[in-house]
C-alpha cells in the first residue's frame, strides 16, 4: 500500500550533523505513522524517532532525545530524520517502517508491516 525509500546516509564525523530522508509512493501517504529504526551489526533493530500522520506527535527514545528531530512533509510525501552531535555509537543502517494512523505511536519492529531497504550511516571519531 506504501513502498519506502530511504536516502541520504554516508560518512560523518563525531559532533557533525546529517540529514537522511525517508521518500514514499502509493496511495495516501498522509494515513500513516511514520518511524525510524537503526541496526549495528551484531545489534538488534532500535528505535529511534517515530512521527503521528498530522506530524503532531513524536517520540524518541533517551539515546537519541535532544539531538535527533523527525519531521514530515506529507504535500512532498517525505520523512526527515535531524541528526546532531553525532556519536560514534550512531553508527548503523537506518530504516524508514510505516503504519496506518492510530491513537499511539508504536517502538517496536513487528508494530511496522512497511519497510525501507536502508541507509548506511557511518560516525567516525
Known amino acids: 500500500q506504501v513502498q519506502l525509500v530511504e536516502s541520504g546516509g554516508g560518512l560523518a564525523q563525531a559532533g557533525g550533523s546529517r540529514r537522511l530522508s525517508c521518500a514514499a509512493s502509493?496511495?495516501?501517504?498522509?494515513?500513516?505513522?511514520i518511524a525510524w529504526f537503526r541496526q549495528a551489526p551484531g545489534k538488534e533493530r532500535e528505535f529511534v524517532a517515530a512521527?503521528?500522520?498530522?506530524?503532531?506527535?513524536?517520540s524518541y527514545p533517551d539515546s537519541v532525545k535532544g539531538r535527533f528531530t523527525i519531521s514530515r512533509d506529507n504535500a512532498k510525501n517525505t520523512v526527515s530524520l535531524q541528526m546532531n552531535s553525532l556519536k560514534p555509537e550512531d553508527t548503523a543502517v537506518y530504516y524508514c517502517?510505516?503504519?496506518?494512523?492510530?491513537?499511539?505511536?508504536?517502538?517496536?519492529?513487528?508494530?511496522?508491516?512497511?519497510w525501507g531497504q536502508g541507509t548506511q550511516v557511518t560516525v567516525s571519531s
Open positions: 502509493g496511495r495516501t501517504f498522509s494515513s500513516y505513522n
Open positions: 517502517a510505516a503504519n496506518l494512523k492510530g491513537s499511539s505511536l508504536y517502538y517496536t519492529p513487528s508494530r511496522y508491516p512497511y
Open positions: 512521527i503521528s500522520w498530522s506530524g503532531m506527535s513524536t
